[in-house]
């Protein structure tokens, strides 16, 4: 063995190698999921748009050179059966279906299957061959097709290749370009081990992790009782669902249907669904075993360099084709395997089936007294007999499955069409709402499961009516506190790993949501009436058709109390519509129910998760970075709103108001923090000088006790830093507000109108007799472009009234045809107002040629004079 491959990383003395500080404290807090996929690790950089990239595909183009390459079979891997069919869809299959209920963590959103471990699980073996087959496509249609849209679509294609008439497919899924390291994939260190996700379960196997009948070196123990801990899917550490010789190995079908309804449950797969998937996926291919397991190499992220990310190198015969080895199952389901038929469910019924040993001598079935009726991959002239696995007879052994399975045995078109939608759902179930979507195959049919809301049908709300509604609002009397709890706690919801939840939709007022204890049932019913009653006012009042959405609302008050309690300007954007009861799926959103959470002090340590690990969790579902969770963490201190309304945390004397009380009080020295319990969940601290005391949890203590989130809040807690606490705060609140705002493409671009009267105007202004016109024609492209409000407060700022009232006192001794002064006048008014401006336009001018230095630095100079103050032209429109 080379001596690189005998030197573990950390003994390399490089850069990253060497003892780390995890190896020094295994237990520390990780804050390296919440920096994950930014822009640093993307080679498209931050300005990249798939979606616009995507815009410009072949798209049909694309799908002829997929279904070619179905039956253009490789040397570097030839196709069973000469058709990619099967394997394509096992690539597709497997991308898609990591996807669990309780987390939205998995599935095919991101490519992840092109990385660790995914790449290199013992279920994915050999896929790395698919994947290198659809790199002259990838590489022919480039940025236009991502490979999470690649890998999915490749399997769509398989199907319509072979007879399926899809359901539909859209993209939109963007690539990432690292491991995505915030997954719990299970703790065991052994390929097909579950000792740690159930209480009795077995060890596995080290090495490339082939199945060979012989995984179990214990009892079976309770596989027919167990339960798998959440919020795992899987049954062992490398599959993507559960052990295909049965649990733990043990041909028991019976059992084996019990961890398939677990794991295809937590997959959001009802019994329906799981068995068409399993029926109408099994048509199609081929498992392989066709020898020792012991030939088989390491996987891609063990294989050496020369491998060039391939592994599972084979040993036996010519290691393809006829001699492969992947599973170490060797099983042909129907005797058309790349066509579309019933044959799976026919041959399950028409026969007895028996154990019997693979190849590689792992544990599955065959036909008994059967004849040979299937084909064999390579020899025309070889026929096999009907072979299934343990996980295909526990269809017709599970009473509930068996009942489903003998129904589609007799309506086989109905098996056509409930495999095609369960298939789209599995692709798709990680997407979020249809504004995502992308393509021309999208389906107009829309099904619970995509969370649908109404399409908005009436005009929004404008800045006069929101500013209106905001006074209705804070005119109910409802205290700030709670007007911020029910807003986070509608919009906390989301989940952007496969972007459920949010505030759009007003859920929280719907059943799971407005029962479960974090939201405070009782407070969340009293601002509702009293939003609700706001509506009612506004709806019924409103000219124009204007409405305005109990989702909206929700939002708006947050907004509305934060501006009270702050002092500060909140952005606000309306179009958010209310969700019915018939448009949510109850079961599901179960599942978006948090265990923990820190952000409104609810939860506590479990024996093998504590309370601050869960806040980090949450945080990375937000899609949140460690300095947003920080200051969220601190202004929802300040404002009041644990879920209880305790005092927990709340480290101030005036709360309710937006202060950065939280930081200079936890951060104070003179305070002595001890447990309260011995548990170790609630702390009190008194200050040594004051004798003030505070109460604090877990969540809060974290805060001032990890050097990399105590880092954080002392930028928060140190002199002068209010109005930056302030300021982050509202940023990050808007995020969170907005994070399911997918209709939404970013800032409304101007339109083409506001751009004409704005540099009209300004052309005007160089043409002595329509210098009035220019004027009017300016002040209406400005007030286009900012709306009414917002251009109003921009020349109403005192600390620029000198400026405004040159401005004004210019236009007016125009209009007046004193023209010359009032010129000069106005340009004085337009350098106070705009001159901080100057310095932008420096940069650009720098480049002109000869005069650009010069230029630029009279630009700079003369944005110095204009005045310091950083905030001044933040409503400009640039």
Same mark, same amino acid.
């Given at each position: 063995m080379?001596?690189?491959?005998?030197?573990?990383?950390?003994?390399?003395?490089?850069?990253?190698?060497?003892?780390?500080?995890?190896?020094?404290?295994?237990?520390d807090?990780?804050?390296?999921?919440?920096r994950q996929?930014?822009?640093?690790t993307?080679?498209?950089?931050?300005?990249?748009?798939?979606?616009?990239?995507?815009k410009?595909?072949d798209?049909n183009?694309?799908?002829k050179?997929?279904?070619?390459?179905?039956?253009? =079979?490789?040397?570097?891997?030839?196709?069973?059966?000469?058709?990619?069919g099967?394997?394509?869809?096992?690539?597709?299959?497997?991308?898609?279906?990591?996807?669990?209920?309780?987390?939205?963590?998995?599935?095919?959103?991101?490519?992840?299957?092109?990385f660790?471990?995914?790449?290199?699980?013992?279920?994915?073996a050999?896929?790395?061959?698919?994947?290198r087959l659809?790199?002259?496509i990838?590489q022919?249609y480039?940025?236009?097709?991502?490979?999470?849209?690649?890998?999915?679509?490749?399997?769509n294609?398989?199907?319509?290749?072979?007879?399926?008439?899809?359901?539909?497919?859209?993209?939109?899924?963007?690539?990432?370009?690292?491991?995505?390291?915030?997954?719990?994939?299970?703790?065991?260190?052994?390929?097909f081990?579950?000792?740690?996700r159930y209480?009795?379960?077995?060890?596995?196997?080290?090495?490339?992790?082939?199945?060979d009948g012989?995984?179990?070196?214990?009892?079976?123990?309770?596989?027919h009782?167990?339960d798998?801990?959440?919020p795992?899917?899987a049954s062992?550490?490398g599959?993507?669902?559960?052990?295909?010789?049965?649990?733990?190995?043990?041909?028991?079908?019976?059992?084996s249907?019990r961890?398939?309804?677990?794991?295809f449950?937590?997959m959001?797969?009802?019994?329906y669904?799981?068995?068409?998937?399993i029926?109408?996926?099994h048509a199609f291919?081929k498992?392989h075993?066709?020898?020792?397991?012991?030939?088989?190499?390491?996987?891609?992220?063990?294989?050496?360099?020369?491998?060039?990310?391939?592994?599972?190198?084979?040993q036996?015969?010519?290691?393809?084709?006829?001699d492969?080895?992947?599973?170490g199952?060797?099983?042909?389901?129907?005797?058309?395997?790349?066509k579309?038929?019933?044959?799976?469910?026919?041959?399950?019924?028409?026969?007895?089936?028996?154990p019997m040993?693979?190849?590689?001598?792992?544990?599955?079935?065959v036909?008994?007294?059967?004849?040979?009726i299937?084909?064999?991959p390579?020899?025309?002239?070889k026929?096999?007999?009907?072979?299934?696995?343990t996980?295909?007879i526990?269809?017709?052994?599970?009473?509930?499955y068996?009942?489903v399975?003998?129904?589609f045995?007799?309506?086989?078109?109905e098996?056509?069409?409930?495999?095609?939608?369960?298939w789209?759902?599995?692709?798709?179930?990680?997407?979020?709402?249809r504004?995502?979507?992308?393509?021309p195959e999208?389906?107009s049919?829309?099904?619970?499961w995509?969370?649908?809301?109404?399409?908005?049908d009436?005009?929004?709300?404008?800045?006069?009516?929101?500013e209106?509604?905001?006074?209705?609002?804070?005119?109910?009397?409802v205290?700030?506190?709670?007007l911020?709890?029910?807003?986070w706690? =509608?919009?906390?919801?989301?989940r952007?790993?496969?972007?459920?939840?949010?505030?759009?939709?007003?859920r929280?007022?719907?059943?799971?949501?407005n029962r479960?204890?974090?939201n405070?049932?009782?407070?969340?019913?009293?601002?509702?009436?009293?939003?609700?009653g706001v509506?009612?006012k506004?709806?019924?009042?409103? =000219?124009?058709?204007?409405?305005?959405s109990?989702?909206?609302?929700i939002?708006?008050?947050?907004?509305?109390?934060i501006?009270?309690?702050?002092?500060?300007?909140?952005?606000?954007?309306?179009?958010?519509?209310?969700a019915?009861?018939?448009?949510?799926?109850?079961?599901?959103?179960?599942h978006l129910?948090p265990?923990?959470?820190?952000?409104r002090?609810?939860?506590?340590?479990?024996?093998r998760?504590?309370?601050e690990?869960?806040?980090?969790?949450?945080?990375?579902?937000?899609?949140?970075?460690?300095?947003e969770?920080?200051v969220?963490?601190g202004?929802?201190?300040?404002?009041?709103?644990?879920?209880?309304g305790?005092?927990?945390?709340?480290?101030?004397?005036?709360?309710?108001?937006?202060?950065?009380?939280f930081f200079l009080?936890?951060?104070?020295?003179n305070?002595?923090?001890?447990p309260?319990?011995?548990?170790?969940?609630?702390?009190?601290?008194?200050?040594d000088?004051?004798g003030?005391?505070?109460?604090a949890?877990?969540?809060?203590?974290?805060?001032?006790?990890?050097?990399?989130?105590?880092a954080v809040?002392?930028?928060y807690g140190?002199?002068g830093?209010?109005?930056?606490?302030?300021?982050?705060?509202?940023?990050?609140w808007?995020?969170?507000m907005?994070?399911d705002r997918?209709d939404?493409?970013?800032a409304?671009?101007p339109?083409?109108a506001?751009?004409?009267?704005?540099?009209?105007?300004?052309?005007?202004?160089?043409?002595?007799?329509?210098?009035?016109?220019?004027?009017?024609?300016?002040l209406?492209?400005?007030t286009?472009?900012?709306?009414p409000?917002r251009?109003?407060?921009?020349?109403?700022r005192?600390?620029?009234?000198?400026g405004?009232a040159?401005?004004?006192?210019?236009?007016?001794?125009?209009?007046?045809?004193?023209?010359?002064?009032?010129?000069?006048?106005?340009?004085?008014?337009?350098?106070?107002?705009?001159?901080?401006?100057?310095?932008t336009?420096?940069?650009?001018a720098y480049?002109?040629?000869?005069?650009?230095?010069?230029?630029?630095?009279?630009?700079?100079?003369?944005?110095?004079?204009?005045?310091?103050?950083?905030?001044?032209?933040?409503?400009l429109?640039?």
């Open positions: 080379a001596a690189a491959e005998q030197c573990p990383m950390k003994q390399a003395n490089v850069g990253g190698g060497g003892q780390r500080n995890r190896d020094w404290w295994p237990q807090l990780r804050l390296n999921i919440l996929h930014t822009p640093v993307n080679p498209f950089g931050e300005e990249f748009s798939y979606s616009e990239a995507f410009k595909l798209y183009g694309l799908k050179d997929l279904h070619t390459l179905m039956t253009d =079979s490789q040397p570097m891997w030839p196709a069973d059966f000469g058709h990619y099967g394997f394509f869809i096992r690539m597709a299959w497997h991308s898609a279906g990591t996807y669990r209920v309780y987390d939205g963590r998995g599935g095919g959103g991101d490519g992840q299957q092109r660790a471990p995914l790449n290199s699980w013992p279920d994915n050999n896929l790395d061959k698919a994947r659809l790199w002259p990838k022919k480039g940025e236009s097709i991502s490979w999470a849209d690649l890998f999915l679509l490749t399997g294609v398989a199907l319509e290749s072979m007879g399926v008439k899809p359901f539909g497919f859209a993209g939109g899924r963007a690539d990432t370009f690292e491991a995505d390291e915030s997954v719990y994939w299970g703790a065991e260190d052994t390929w081990g579950n000792e740690a209480s009795k379960g077995s060890e596995g196997i080290r090495g490339p992790g082939v199945l012989d995984i179990h070196k214990k009892d079976a123990k309770d596989i009782s167990r798998l801990e959440e795992l899917a062992n550490m599959l993507i669902y559960v052990n295909p010789e049965g649990p733990d190995g043990i041909p028991d079908p019976v059992a249907g961890d398939i309804r677990t794991t449950g937590r959001a797969m009802n019994d669904e799981t068995v068409a998937l029926a109408g996926g291919g498992t075993g066709a020898g020792d397991s012991a030939k088989v190499g390491k996987e891609p992220e063990a294989a050496g360099l020369e491998e060039q990310g391939l592994g599972w190198q084979n036996h015969g010519k290691g393809k084709g006829p492969t080895i992947t599973s199952l060797e099983v042909i389901w129907t005797k058309t395997p790349t579309w038929s019933n044959h799976y469910l026919e041959y399950m019924y028409k026969y007895d089936w028996e040993k693979s190849p590689a001598g792992a544990n599955q079935w036909a008994k007294d059967s004849e040979a299937i084909p064999d390579y020899d025309p002239n026929k096999h007999r009907p072979t299934m696995l996980t295909d526990a269809l017709r052994y599970d009473p509930a068996d009942k399975s003998r129904h045995l007799e309506h086989p078109d098996l056509h069409d409930a495999f095609a939608r369960a789209f759902k599995l692709l798709h179930r990680d997407m979020g709402p504004t995502r979507w992308l393509g999208i389906p049919e829309v099904s619970i995509e969370d649908p809301t109404p399409a908005v009436h005009k929004l709300v404008d800045d006069s009516d929101v209106k509604l905001k006074k209705d609002i804070l005119a109910t009397n205290d700030v506190s709670s911020v709890f029910v807003a706690s =509608s919009a906390s919801t989301f952007h790993t496969d972007k459920r939840g949010g505030a759009n939709g007003a929280i007022r719907l059943a799971p949501q479960w204890k974090v405070s049932p009782d407070q969340l019913h009293q601002v509702l009436s009293a939003l609700e509506q009612q506004f709806n019924s009042s409103a =000219s124009d058709g204007k409405k305005v109990l989702a909206d609302l939002v708006l008050a947050g907004c509305a109390a501006e009270k309690a702050s002092g500060q300007k909140v952005p606000f954007k309306p179009g958010r519509t209310d019915t009861q018939e448009q949510t799926d109850a079961a599901t959103f179960e129910e265990f923990a959470d820190g952000f002090n609810y939860g506590s340590s479990t024996p998760v504590r309370a690990q869960m806040l980090v969790d949450r945080a990375h579902l937000l899609n949140l970075s460690a300095p969770m920080v969220l963490l202004g929802l201190r300040a404002l009041n709103t644990n879920y209880d305790s005092d927990r945390g709340i480290l101030t004397k005036r709360p309710g108001q937006l202060t950065n009380d009080n936890l951060l104070d020295n305070t002595t923090w001890t309260t319990g011995s548990d170790k969940e609630t702390f009190t601290g008194v200050n000088k004051t003030q005391k505070w109460n949890s877990r969540f809060d203590l974290v805060m001032g006790s990890h050097p990399e989130l105590r809040s002392e930028v140190q002199s830093a209010e109005e930056r606490f302030k300021k982050d705060f509202i940023k990050t808007h995020k969170v907005m994070a997918f939404l493409s970013g409304e671009p339109s083409k506001r751009f004409f009267f704005l540099i009209f105007g300004l052309i005007l202004f160089f043409d002595r007799a329509l210098l009035a016109m220019g004027n009017i024609l300016f209406v492209g400005v286009m472009l900012l709306g409000q251009t109003f407060l921009f020349f109403a005192k600390q620029k009234w000198r405004s040159a401005f004004w006192a210019g236009i007016l001794l125009i209009l007046l045809r004193w023209t010359l002064i009032g010129f000069a006048v106005e340009c004085y008014g337009i350098f106070v107002l705009f001159g901080e401006f100057f310095k336009i420096a940069g650009f480049n002109i040629p000869v005069i650009g230095p010069y230029l630029s630095r009279a630009l700079q100079v003369a944005g110095d004079k204009a005045g310091a103050n950083e905030r001044a032209h933040k409503d429109p640039v």
